[in-house]
């Protein structure tokens, strides 16, 4: 891979309109528009730095990037070898070299994390613990709705972060299981250009663009550094007729104003179409113990010919930087998110007794529409404590969160058909289904919060870090349908979590570190507050609570050719919502569930021309004290969580421009039900990859994923496995100057 050698890798009118940025439709016009200005801004800066052959792609497999610092884990500016927790960073340099095509392909990469993308329900499993347990941030912004995770082309993203277990202390409600951290391109001080075709399996068509200059001339007493990236892609899937259009685009300009004052803007488009969407496949009866399903089945498609899934998000982001002294620092990130999502679907399937015929059922009309404005303020000081550096981190954090929806269901059935052969309606002609968008209601979420971290030096060699977060969240449903009893016109509900870190890190030697900490978290009880309902609002009174107790250690050998990690953690989460015993139609919030495990990582350059890296984690995850149907389900496993997760990737360099590589991944069993009446066994995947460089400007990189075309579930619903993906094989051209 060639890169700059100053570069541092580490429709319907809507029924309720909210406020939107607009942007065009980008077309194959759009493009040459961005051709042209590739050469304009270029024609600005018309000198690049020299390029270099990178050994970034090789690093990224020989290395945990243990000095790599993480904004997602600290606002302390520390790395992850100076933190008391279970910290990963993705940079681009390894989602290039795994080939990772979208964000949950990337996620395979960090230990004990897995992930699935139903298109109503996608999800990450962290630590034994998912859904609103487990935080997922946009440039360190939580949109507190789970469907806003859906799976993104990876092209715009300059890495991903994560830290396990509780971290509510750092961005607010939920994290009870970890945080995941997906941080956007933002322009770099070096000029470059770079693209990527990629053709594959299934009908993909993806092309990549991203420029980077410096507008003006070098003698200006300002700079301004602008940042452009584009991705557009198509294709199908080995599910019949399924057909996905995306676009992402991220610009952003950087100026340095001086007196170390900088400016960057930036906003982000994503467009994302998918036609006939695929929810899942029926699971053989009798559906207990291992599960299977008919393997005539795995690519059929049962819902309507027309269905859709569709949506479109829009961020925009203004962040000021300062310096008032060489020891305070501070910035502003005033940040607006706009989303619509539309549902078009008839979602759930399930055999008759006999295996013989496939019953289709829940037809789902839908929108969503979510406005989050907010602004962060925040601080860093540098300070002595009797005679040790005491360093600290405070902000304020204020937002406002509103989504509204428009669902239309039916609950009976929409038709049986022969699994094999079979034509399905379009969602329209299904009886009782009418074109239009009604509002349910309107979730309003009142945000603000103030926290709080510091790092003390005890000692030259320990240090103990604390954190401390307290939120006042305000929840507000107004009622857009009919008044009922349990439907009210109005309902408001407040919460005030106070959350917070102690940790202890010792530096052994200068390349090992001990640690050990204790957290706190909190999260809604039944779900993310942006979608709670008058029930949940009514019967839960206060949020979930969660602890943490986690000890590890951190450590570089072999003259730093090696790097490893090591966890234990044990996680606590109370007050979850479980079903009244006597009362079936509630809930009490008396519920508990818990985590012990480990993690372990390592990653080692072999030798000059070979490098692995490998991760295991085991988790005993269990409800403590749950109800179902009143029956305590106290022992068993959380659903879709499964107890091993393993990789294993090596990359093998045959000749200076040739490097082969491969990944084993282990998943273990999962279960469908909270009882673990029936469960899909561990499965096992294998990628090969291939990269050769061309020139100095252009690598091909050749990716077959899941060779063996083994047939797994990714998540298991009452009657349907949501499988994951076939065997596919993608070739891909970068160019890079």
Known sequence: MIR??????????????????????????????????????????PTLATVEVSEGWYEAFSSLALDAKSATASRLGLNAKELPASVHTLDRSELEARGAQNTQEALAAIPGV???????????????????????????????????????????????????????????????GGTLNYITKLPESTPFTEGQIRLGSNG?????????????????????????????????????????????????????????????????????????????TPLRNPIQGELSIDPATRDKNYNSADGLYAQRVQWLRSITEGRISPQLQWSNTFYAYSAQREYRNVESYRFNAGNSAVIRSSTLLQRHEQLLLGDRLEGKLQSQLAGLRSDWAFGLDVSINRQTRYPNS?????????????????????????????????????????????????????????????????????????????????????????????????????????????????????????????????????????????????????????????????????????????????????????????????????????????DYSHTRARYDNYQQNGISMAGKHPVNTPATVANLWTRYRATPDLQLSAGLRHVGRIYGDAANTFYWPRVTLLDLGLDYQINRQMTLQARLRNATNRSYAASLSSTMAYLGAARSADIALRLSY
Not at 25 to 44: E, F, K, P, R, T
Not at 208 to 235: F, I, K, P
Not at 439 to 468: C, F, G, K, M, S
């Open 204 to 280: 993909l068509k993806q092309a990549s663009l991203g420029l980077n200059r410096r507008l003006g001339s070098a003698d200006d007493a300002s700079a301004h550094y602008l940042r452009l990236d584009l991705n557009q892609s198509t294709g199908s899937s080995s599910i019949d007729q399924v057909k996905r259009h995306a676009t992402q685009l991220a610009v952003s300009l950087r100026s340095e104003l001086g007196g170390g004052l900088t400016h960057t803007l930036a906003y982000e488009y994503q467009h994302e179409r998918v036609d006939r969407p695929y929810w899942g």
């Open 410 to 614: 039916l609950s009976g059935t929409v038709s049986t058909v022969n699994p094999y052969d079979f034509v399905t309606e379009n969602f329209y002609s299904i009886p009782g289904m009418q074109p239009g968008f009604r509002a349910d209601r309107d979730n309003r979420i009142q945000n603000i919060a103030l926290y709080l971290e510091n790092r003390t030096a005890i000692a030259p060699t320990l240090h103990v870090l604390t954190a401390l977060r307290h939120e006042r969240l305000d929840l507000d449903l107004s009622n857009r349908r009919e008044v009922t009893a349990s439907a009210p016109a109005s309902w408001s509900r407040s919460y005030r979590p106070t959350t917070g870190r102690i940790g202890l890190v010792w530096d052994a030697t200068p390349e090992a570190a001990l640690y050990a900490q204790y957290a706190t978290a909190a999260d809604p009880p039944s779900g993310t507050l942006a979608t709670a309902s008058f029930a949940d609002a009514i019967n839960n009174t206060g949020l979930t609570t969660g602890r943490q107790i986690e000890v590890g250690a951190k450590w570089r050998f072999m003259q730093d050719k090696g790097s490893a990690t090591l966890a234990a953690y044990q996680i606590e989460r109370h007050n979850i919502a479980t079903q009244d015993p006597s009362d079936s139609t509630r809930t009490l919030l008396v519920g508990e569930q818990s985590s012990r495990g480990i993690e372990a990582a390592v990653a080692l350059a072999l030798s000059a021309q070979w490098s692995l890296r490998a």
């Open 4 to 45: 700059s050698s100053s570069r541092h890798f580490g429709g319907r009118a809507r029924a309720r309109a909210l406020p939107q940025f607009s942007l065009p439709a980008l077309s194959a016009g759009s493009c040459a528009v961005l051709a042209l200005l590739s050469g304009y801004v270029h024609a600005a800066e």
């Open 114 to 176: 897995t992930a699935y993308s139903p298109p109503g329900n996608p999800g990450v499993n962290y630590r034994g613990f998912g859904g609103s347990s487990v935080s997922q941030l946009f440039n360190g912004i939580n949109v507190q709705y789970s469907i806003a995770a859906r799976p993104v082309d990876s092209w715009i993203y300059d890495r991903i972060e994560a830290i396990g277990g509780a971290s509510s202390f750092l961005y607010g409600a939920g994290g009870v």
